[in-house]
């Protein structure tokens, strides 16, 4: 059996993908300083897979604890979710995010070194991408991140690149995630926002449940069908799905690994798309305003799917309307999510 190190694996995506990993016999060992999440995810994980998790609430970039960790075991793998990841946070506090997102992964990385453990996945973002010039977007395309956030991703790519042309020995695989939606389909597992959420979905669940009053969508004025954004949504998990196979394709290869893969559906949706999906799903009405546009928001951001397909055999297996009503069921079962 294999081990694997899930860093920030109490948080929305690193939950679903230890949940994939228990379910397909990984032994998995969460760090999660809980900075945004509760430890009632992992009670929740463990209540789906029925197993305990061994869980240590230690910040990544507490070398001594974390090498104090990788004594305690033998890991095949690690796949860091550890990080911030508030757009408009990052712009008003750009060294807390340089700080914890690169520093993180850079202690996490040493760790790593010093105990001979070389494979690594990264959560990178399809805010790298910045201003498209095309669509479907590929792993190849110029990058240009508008955000002290997307920097932080686009930084730590190059660091990754950098550290797995060093030695043979790395394998380094950047997952960019375009919009990720949906919850475990139990309604035990899901996205917790903190406050008010920045995200269209779980503004839009709140909307539904009373806990806020309507939505804002955010610009009608784009160049688009209907004139709002178009996002390309997967499941959470597919996403789970896509580190498992990209730590299994690791895993199967002799030589060293230096990629970045794009996860999304390959398929577009507008806001006022995924507002009506949802009102089928709900079978209510969201009430909403049109305001003015989001700063730094851009028209359209669909994924090539191509190279996750091929090289990682991962293929999108749920589509929009099974991501909102998973959603909704851990939106009514949680209406305060974890809290
Ligand atoms: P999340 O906030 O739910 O999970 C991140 C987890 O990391 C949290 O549990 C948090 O407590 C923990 N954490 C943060 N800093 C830490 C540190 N220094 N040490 C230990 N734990 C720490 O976020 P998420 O949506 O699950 O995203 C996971 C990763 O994927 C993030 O790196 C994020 O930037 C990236 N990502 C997210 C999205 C998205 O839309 N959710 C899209 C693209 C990329
Ligand atoms: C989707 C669409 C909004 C809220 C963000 C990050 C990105 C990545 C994924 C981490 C947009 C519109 C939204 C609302 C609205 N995260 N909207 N009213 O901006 O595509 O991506 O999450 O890496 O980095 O930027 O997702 O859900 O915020 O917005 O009209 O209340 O919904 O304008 O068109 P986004 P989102």
């Not at 060992?29 to 240590?56: G, M, P, Q, R, W």
Request: glycine letters at 8%; one cysteine or more.
């Amino acid at each position: 059996m294999k081990t694997i190190l899930v860093t920030g694996g109490a948080g929305f995506i690193g939950s679903h993908t230890v949940v994939d990993l228990v379910q397909h016999d990984y032994k998995v060992v969460i760090v999660d300083n809980l900075s945004n999440s509760s430890a009632k995810s992992i009670k929740a994980i463990e209540d789906i897979v029925k197993t305990e998790i061994d869980f240590f609430e230690v910040d990544i970039r507490d070398k001594d604890k974390l090498s104090y960790i990788f004594e305690l075991y033998k890991f095949d793998g690690v796949i860091n979710f550890a990080g911030y990841k508030a757009v408009g946070e990052s712009v008003e506090l750009p060294l807390k995010y340089y700080d914890n997102n690169i520093g993180g992964v850079i202690t996490l990385l040493e760790v790593m070194e010093e105990f001979g453990v070389n494979t690594f996945v990264f959560s990178s973002s399809a805010t790298v991408y910045g201003i498209p010039e095309k669509m479907p977007l590929t792993e190849g395309d110029k990058t240009g991140a508008a955000s002290p956030y997307g920097r932080t991703k686009l930084f730590i790519e190059n660091i990754l690149s950098d550290v797995a042309l060093s030695s043979q020995k790395w394998k380094i695989i950047s997952l960019r995630y375009f919009n990720p939606l949906g919850a475990h389909e139990s309604g035990n597992l899901g996205e917790d926002p903190n406050g008010i959420p920045n995200n269209l979905a779980p503004y839009i669940t709140q909307v539904a449940i009373g806990k806020l009053e309507k939505l804002s969508v955010f610009g009608n004025d784009y160049d688009t069908p209907d004139g709002t954004c178009i996002r390309d949504y997967v499941h959470i998990n597919d996403l789970a799905l896509g580190h498992r196979l990209a730590m299994e394709y690791m895993f199967n290869k002799k030589q060293s690994v230096n990629e970045i893969i794009n996860l999304g559906s390959g398929k577009g949706y507008s806001v006022f798309e995924i507002i009506d999906s949802f009102e089928k799903v709900m079978d209510k009405k969201i009430p909403y305003d049109i305001t003015k546009r989001r700063a730094g928001d851009i028209d359209i951001s669909i994924a090539s799917i191509d190279k996750a397909k091929k090289l990682l055999k991962w293929e999108p297996r749920y589509g929009i309307f099974k991501m909102c009503e998973d959603m909704w069921r851990w939106q009514q079962k949680n209406p305060n999510g974890f809290h």
